[in-house]
């Protein structure tokens, strides 16, 4: 939308009609209980441009998938065998514990017994399911 599309609506119309593009957007994705801004022209403060969800958030989401892996490979290495087992609430506490005091790759690390990162679990999780 914000390039190709973006692109030939400044061609066809400025930048109003960016935002009346964004509004069409916002009307066709979002529920109805969320309607757009009331700026209704790029003068009255460019909504498209402030929406900072629809502009930043894509590279986030990989983050997501990545928790997700990191989380697959934890399951694998300290639960799978026995999800129940004392050792896993020992691992998650020395993990956790710290919260934002210490550095998250060497918790990660030190989770999995001093394994690197693996996507595999995560991809044989997805293929299962």
């Keep these: 939308m914000y390039s190709a599309e973006g692109a030939k609506a400044i061609e066809k119309g400025g930048a109003d009609a ?8 916002h009307r066709e994705v979002m529920p109805a209980c969320m309607p757009p801004p009331s700026a209704t022209s790029a003068q009255d403060g460019y909504w498209p441009a402030r929406f900072g ?15 997700k892996a990191y ?27 710290p919260g934002g005091a210490a550095d998250p790759k060497k918790l ?22």
Excluded at 18 to 25: F, H, S, T
């Design 18 to 25: 960016i935002v009346a593009m964004a509004q069409q957007l």
């Design 53 to 67: 969800h629809l502009t930043t958030y894509g590279a986030t989401y990989y983050g997501y998938l990545f928790n």
């Design 71 to 97: 989380a697959a490979q934890l399951w694998q290495h300290q639960f799978a065998a026995d999800p129940l087992h004392p050792k896993g609430g020992d691992c998650l506490w020395a993990l956790l514990r």
């Design 108 to 129: 990660l690390a030190d989770a999995l017994g001093g394994q690197a990162p693996d996507l595999n679990p995560y991809f044989q999780e997805m293929s299962t399911k």
